[in-house]
């Protein structure tokens, strides 16, 4: 654990650093024609794919290639997050459709509410900060969500799939520990 | 002389303990009440009434309803004892005294202050099962894991135990068994990586008597090496550690969730222990003893008398919990008192309670597919191991592999719904579910009070079949035979109820209350209830009328993976969202409906709508 905590450390200052993580719209749809600022691949870096403004998306191939973070997120999400907010982030009866989330909420947000969890009446979730399950796979979730609430991966695991890259393994062994 | 002190007081003991439990033990063989969640120690969920019967059960109509006020998945039955209903709900599990006298007015109400981090720990939404009594006592074991006593007349807290830490990722969801001077409770947290156990509280004073691992050395499993047996040879000691690589069983699962049996003549009590943490199996290397077994315990001392593992080192999340069903049946024209089990591997196995002894084990749907059958041939070196299937074994295939086709997926050819026993018949009426699964391991890591699964599956209506998610089917537990079975488009996530009257009764996941023939299984009766219902069918009868409760409120495991509706990622795209959802059919909800017949028609029958 000593050797994964700068990373979750890291995340929490983050979190801290980004004010009033709002409550009402994580169930509200998702319009994938509208313009999205967040989605829109503007660069590569080790096989991670980012917005203009640095914000982590998803990259997929005219014949349905995902990229590696997008079926990462895939794998985890069905780990740790499915059990509350349904297969293929479609909801169940007590937790949000959280594909519309991880397109409605500002990236940050998003972070943040899994990494302090939330209080909502008898509608709680829990704090993640400190699951390396879930933190060291945090991009991975969030692309794939995303992916999921603009229609751009069908529901069920993505068939095709960019490798691994170097940087990538490195970096998730050094987080896992 | 000292022996003979030792004889008259080991007699005095045995009979206060027989007094302090005479009052639920009366109550339960009373077929006007209903007072305990599994119909009576044997779990066969079988009630001697017969007013409403197969000829006039089209004539049932709703008698009277009471919402429960809270909105989540609502698993269990209410109790009747005496003049009274006790009534629970999920999360934060207030309990109900309904004076059935005075027309269901609120006797009173108790609603636990708990801390409601509580909620998101419990894997699989916020259910409970249901409350028990006995001694004049309600006992509630609420999802935080404090065991409550209340006095059943004025809801009054009589004592308090706390058997779990939530912060660990103990919780709890199951009802507890009341027996002799005893109320004995298990734990949930399976996916959270607990140490499950099971755990004896004084019925007067709410002390801690023993506790047994399922997991663990020997001194906190109760096993005695040399008298504890698994088909029938002592298991030796450190049967638990031999089968787990250093110290993961401190984090190795086995919980106790599901519903306890008892026979009162062997002085034994019979659950199963659920699912090895995590859901990757080359993460922990052995058989993972005991969890994925079933448990013959001393209601006394908690000592292990026999154990059998169903699921050696369990590659799919085959919990073990499921309901041990107690019965007297001939076999090979031999009276034996047996045990029956439908287990979630997709198999029913029948042994002999007393010896532990395995007669039978067979797929309960044809589907299942991760193994060829149970080895009988006590002579074999595997004797009492499934056969696995290598295309379908997750551990075979190895991590980061995705193993597609498994039958049943996770949640089990059957789940908790516990299913009926009607002595008339010598069948099982069994709730099931026909889902199918991909299910990939991965590497994970564990840290206290955070999931700890491994794993990432999908699931998906068994292909090739009727397309639907269940089927509610009769069972011959003797030859190891489906006798009939009913499709159903849902999973059959409800608690079945068999009766005198030759109807047995379950709930839809849409929300219909269903009655069919014991023996034919044609459907006699349904009526749409307000929400999906997850909760057990129960009866009752109250000033010479007969009535039968159920509990709608969709939720638990079902209303996760349904409430959206499942795909099948094999299908082409034209498939996919071609499966019902549950949401077009449902909504939440929580509320009791209580049946009976109209006064006009308890002799008539009904043949015509």
Same mark, same amino acid.
């Not at chain 2, 779990?164 to 068994?177: H, I, M, R, Y």
């Not at chain 2, 922990?284 to 908690?302: E, K, L, Q, V």
């Not at chain 2, 292909?463 to 509610?472: A, L, R, T, V």
């Not at chain 2, 068999?498 to 034919?520: I, N, P």
């Given at each position: 654990m000593t050797r994964s905590a700068t990373p979750f450390l890291a995340a929490a200052a983050?979190?801290?650093?980004?004010?009033?993580?709002?409550?009402?719209?994580?169930?509200?749809?998702?319009?994938?024609?509208?313009?999205?600022?967040?989605?829109?691949?503007?660069?590569?870096?080790?096989?991670?794919?980012?917005?203009?403004?640095?914000?982590?998306?998803?990259?997929?191939?005219?014949?349905?290639?995902?990229?590696?973070?997008?079926?990462?997120?895939?794998? %985890?999400?069905?780990?740790?997050?499915?059990?509350c907010h349904?297969?293929?982030?479609?909801?169940?009866?007590?937790?949000?459709?959280?594909?519309?989330?991880?397109?409605?909420?500002?990236?940050?947000?998003?972070?943040?509410?899994?990494?302090?969890? %939330?209080?909502?009446?008898?509608?709680?979730?829990?704090?993640?900060?400190?699951?390396?399950?879930?933190?060291?796979?945090?991009?991975?979730?969030?692309?794939?969500?995303?992916?999921?609430?603009?229609?751009?991966?069908? %529901?069920?695991?993505?068939?095709?799939?960019?490798?691994?890259?170097?940087?990538?393994?490195?970096?998730?062994?050094?987080?896992?520990? | 002389m000292k022996k003979l002190t030792l004889l008259t007081s080991g007699l005095a003991l045995t009979a206060s303990m027989a007094v302090a439990n005479e009052d639920l033990m009366s109550q339960m063989d009373d077929p006007n009440q209903w007072a305990i969640q599994t119909g009576d120690y044997k779990n066969q969920r079988y009630s001697e009434l017969d007013q409403i019967n197969a000829e006039n059960v089209g004539d049932m109509q709703v008698a009277?309803?009471?919402?429960?006020?809270?909105?989540?998945?609502?698993?269990?039955?209410?109790?009747?004892?005496?003049?009274?209903?006790?009534?629970?709900? /999920?999360?934060?599990?207030?309990?109900?005294?309904?004076?059935?006298?005075?027309?269901?007015?609120?006797?009173?109400?108790?609603?636990?202050?708990?801390?409601?981090d509580v909620i998101p720990v419990m894997c699989c939404d916020t259910v409970n099962r249901g409350v028990a009594y006995a001694d004049g006592k309600i006992f509630l074991h609420q999802a935080d894991t404090k065991v409550v006593a209340l006095n059943a007349e004025d809801g009054s807290v009589a004592w308090e135990a706390t058997n779990g830490d939530p912060s660990k990722g103990e919780t709890n969801t199951a009802t507890v068994l009341p027996v002799k001077d005893k109320v004995i409770v298990g734990i949930s947290g399976g996916e959270f990586g607990v140490q499950g156990h099971v755990t004896a509280y004084n019925m007067e004073t709410g002390e801690q008597e023993w506790r047994a691992y399922s997991v663990g050395p020997d001194d906190q499993i109760l096993?005695?090496?040399?008298?504890?047996?698994?088909?029938?040879?002592?298991?030796?000691?450190?049967?638990?550690?031999?089968?787990?690589?250093?110290?993961?069983?401190?984090?190795?699962?086995?919980?106790?969730?599901?519903?306890?049996?008892?026979?009162?003549?062997?002085?034994?009590?019979?659950?199963?222990?659920?699912?090895?943490?995590?859901?990757?199996?080359?993460?922990? /290397?052995?058989?993972?003893?005991?969890?994925?077994?079933?448990?013959?315990?001393?209601?006394?001392?908690?000592?292990?008398?026999w154990v059998y593992q169903m699921t050696p080192h369990d590659e799919w999340d085959y919990d073990g919990v499921n309901e041990m069903i107690l019965t007297e049946q001939e076999i090979d024209g031999e009276e034996r008192k047996l045990l029956t089990h439908f287990d979630r591997n997709g198999l029913a196995y029948t042994m002999d309670r007393v010896s532990g002894e395995l007669l039978v084990a067979e797929?309960?749907?044809?589907?299942?597919?991760?193994?060829?059958?149970?080895?009988?041939? /006590?002579?074999?070196?595997?004797?009492?191991?499934?056969?696995?299937?290598?295309?379908?074994?997750?551990?075979?295939?190895?991590?980061?592999?995705?193993?597609?086709?498994?039958?049943?997926?996770?949640?089990?050819?059957?789940?908790?719904?516990?299913?009926?026993?009607? /002595?008339?018949?010598?069948?099982?009426?069994?709730?099931t579910n026909h889902v199918c699964m991909d299910y990939e391991p991965f590497r994970v890591a564990y840290t206290a009070g955070q999931p700890y699964v491994g794993a990432t599956l999908s699931m998906y209506p068994a292909p090739d079949s009727h397309g639907g998610m269940g089927n509610f089917i009769a069972w011959d537990n003797i030859n190891g035979e489906i006798k009939w079975?009913?499709?159903?488009?849902?999973?059959?996530?409800?608690?079945?109820?068999?009766?005198?009257?030759?109807?047995?009764?379950?709930?839809?996941?849409?929300?219909?209350?269903?009655?069919?023939?014991?023996?034919?299984?044609?459907?006699l009766?349904?009526?749409?209830?307000?929400?999906?219902?997850?909760?057990?069918?129960?009866?009752?009868?109250?000033?010479?009328?007969?009535?039968?409760?159920?509990?709608?409120g969709i939720g638990g495991w079902a209303g996760i993976g349904l409430a959206a509706g499942l795909t099948n990622p094999n299908d082409g795209l034209g498939a996919v969202g071609g499966y019902a959802a549950l949401s077009d059919y449902t909504a939440l909800g929580g509320q009791l409906t209580v049946f009976s017949l109209p006064d006009s028609a308890s002799s008539s029958s009904s043949s015509e709508n």
């Amino acid at each position: 654990m000593t050797r994964s905590a700068t990373p979750f450390l890291a995340a929490a200052a983050l979190a801290l650093a980004v004010p009033g993580a709002a409550l009402a719209w994580s169930d509200q749809p998702v319009d994938p024609s509208a313009e999205h600022p967040q989605v829109p691949v503007d660069y590569e870096e080790n096989g991670r794919y980012y917005t203009e403004e640095g914000i982590p998306t998803y990259e997929i191939d005219e014949d349905g290639t995902v990229d590696w973070l997008t079926f990462s997120g895939f794998r %985890r999400y069905h780990a740790e997050c499915h059990t509350c907010h349904g297969p293929d982030g479609e909801g169940s009866t007590y937790a949000p459709k959280i594909k519309n989330s991880a397109v409605n909420m500002d990236y940050y947000d998003f972070y943040a509410t899994v990494v302090n969890g %939330r209080h909502n009446g008898n509608s709680v979730m829990p704090s993640f900060g400190e699951n390396p399950n879930v933190m060291c796979y945090l991009d991975d979730i969030y692309v794939y969500l995303k992916a999921r609430g603009m229609d751009a991966v069908a %529901r069920g695991r993505p068939s095709k799939k960019d490798p691994k890259s170097d940087a990538i393994s490195e970096m998730e062994n050094a987080c896992m520990g | 002389m000292k022996k003979l002190t030792l004889l008259t007081s080991g007699l005095a003991l045995t009979a206060s303990m027989a007094v302090a439990n005479e009052d639920l033990m009366s109550q339960m063989d009373d077929p006007n009440q209903w007072a305990i969640q599994t119909g009576d120690y044997k779990n066969q969920r079988y009630s001697e009434l017969d007013q409403i019967n197969a000829e006039n059960v089209g004539d049932m109509q709703v008698a009277w309803t009471f919402s429960t006020g809270v909105l989540r998945g609502h698993e269990g039955s209410p109790l009747v004892v005496g003049d009274t209903m006790y009534l629970h709900t /999920p999360f934060p599990n207030i309990v109900y005294a309904l004076d059935l006298a005075n027309e269901g007015r609120i006797k009173w109400k108790y609603e636990p202050q708990q801390d409601p981090d509580v909620i998101p720990v419990m894997c699989c939404d916020t259910v409970n099962r249901g409350v028990a009594y006995a001694d004049g006592k309600i006992f509630l074991h609420q999802a935080d894991t404090k065991v409550v006593a209340l006095n059943a007349e004025d809801g009054s807290v009589a004592w308090e135990a706390t058997n779990g830490d939530p912060s660990k990722g103990e919780t709890n969801t199951a009802t507890v068994l009341p027996v002799k001077d005893k109320v004995i409770v298990g734990i949930s947290g399976g996916e959270f990586g607990v140490q499950g156990h099971v755990t004896a509280y004084n019925m007067e004073t709410g002390e801690q008597e023993w506790r047994a691992y399922s997991v663990g050395p020997d001194d906190q499993i109760l096993f005695n090496p040399e008298e504890t047996t698994s088909l029938g040879e002592p298991v030796g000691a450190d049967s638990s550690l031999n089968t787990w690589e250093g110290d993961q069983w401190m984090i190795g699962g086995g919980t106790t969730w599901g519903w306890y049996a008892a026979d009162m003549d062997e002085n034994l009590f019979y659950y199963g222990s659920g699912n090895p943490s995590t859901w990757n199996p080359a993460q922990r /290397p052995g058989d993972n003893r005991w969890s994925m077994t079933i448990f013959a315990r001393d209601i006394d001392t908690g000592e292990a008398k026999w154990v059998y593992q169903m699921t050696p080192h369990d590659e799919w999340d085959y919990d073990g919990v499921n309901e041990m069903i107690l019965t007297e049946q001939e076999i090979d024209g031999e009276e034996r008192k047996l045990l029956t089990h439908f287990d979630r591997n997709g198999l029913a196995y029948t042994m002999d309670r007393v010896s532990g002894e395995l007669l039978v084990a067979e797929k309960y749907d044809p589907v299942v597919n991760w193994t060829t059958g149970v080895d009988m041939d /006590p002579e074999s070196d595997t004797y009492g191991r499934p056969e696995v299937v290598a295309q379908y074994s997750t551990e075979q295939n190895g991590e980061d592999v995705n193993t597609t086709g498994v039958c049943p997926a996770a949640l089990g050819t059957k789940d908790q719904q516990p299913a009926a026993y009607s /002595p008339k018949t010598e069948t099982f009426y069994v709730p099931t579910n026909h889902v199918c699964m991909d299910y990939e391991p991965f590497r994970v890591a564990y840290t206290a009070g955070q999931p700890y699964v491994g794993a990432t599956l999908s699931m998906y209506p068994a292909p090739d079949s009727h397309g639907g998610m269940g089927n509610f089917i009769a069972w011959d537990n003797i030859n190891g035979e489906i006798k009939w079975s009913i499709p159903e488009q849902f999973s059959v996530w409800s608690g079945a109820l068999a009766t005198a009257g030759d109807v047995v009764f379950y709930g839809t996941l849409e929300g219909y209350l269903k009655a069919v023939d014991a023996e034919s299984g044609d459907e006699l009766y349904r009526f749409k209830t307000p929400s999906g219902i997850i909760g057990n069918v129960m009866t009752y009868m109250h000033d010479d009328k007969q009535y039968v409760g159920i509990l709608s409120g969709i939720g638990g495991w079902a209303g996760i993976g349904l409430a959206a509706g499942l795909t099948n990622p094999n299908d082409g795209l034209g498939a996919v969202g071609g499966y019902a959802a549950l949401s077009d059919y449902t909504a939440l909800g929580g509320q009791l409906t209580v049946f009976s017949l109209p006064d006009s028609a308890s002799s008539s029958s009904s043949s015509e709508n």
